[in-house]
């Protein structure tokens, strides 16, 4: 027994011991203590802080050029002031669009991330589900009441780890 524990993992006795038509997972979890989760989560929680620091830094150069154009603004015609008041707005719009976009880029790219996760964890879940003896795994924040003895989410994190790990191929 203790061999083949060590060749199944603890996950596998686990589905084994646990025999239920119903199954639960909690798929926010399944995500996000996985590994896959949480290097995507540390990799978009760099890039955020990268894209703060870009933001306080183009914050701080408005600033600048605002102040300087409000400065300038007795020395100028109304008309050539206008132009630059123009071209300064021009400018803000520019980059709030660009950071918008940037902002949307980085939740397609979590949602993505998190679609392939899914995808991977499918084959996994229905392993599990099987060994079980399960017909139905079921969303845990869906379920009104239920005993934790059905819950698989820990046993199918540790399942999706060792099949996928942090999901990053190898030669990487």
Not at 114 to 143: H, K
């Amino acid at each position: 027994m203790l061999l083949a524990l060590a060749l199944t993992g603890a996950s596998a006795v686990f589905a084994q011991d646990l025999r239920s038509p119903v199954l639960t997972v909690d798929s926010d979890r399944l995500y996000r203590d996985s590994d896959f989760g949480k290097r995507v989560a540390q990799e978009i929680e760099t890039l955020g802080r990268a894209m703060a620091e870009e933001n306080r830094v183009l914050e701080a150069e408005l600033e600048a050029e605002e102040r300087s154009l409000t400065a300038q603004r007795a020395e100028l015609t109304p008309e050539d002031f206008r132009t630059l008041a123009d071209a300064f707005d021009a400018r803000v719009q520019k980059i709030r669009r660009e950071r918008e976009s940037q902002n949307r880029l980085l939740s397609e790219q979590l949602e993505e991330n998190r679609v392939r996760f899914l995808n991977a964890a499918a084959p996994v879940l229905e392993d599990i589900m099987r060994e079980a003896g399960a017909g139905i795994i079921l969303e845990r924040r869906g379920v009104f009441i239920s005993a934790n003895a059905i819950d698989i989410t820990v046993a199918a994190i540790e399942r999706i780890n060792s099949v996928l790990g942090d999901g990053v191929p190898a030669s990487e």
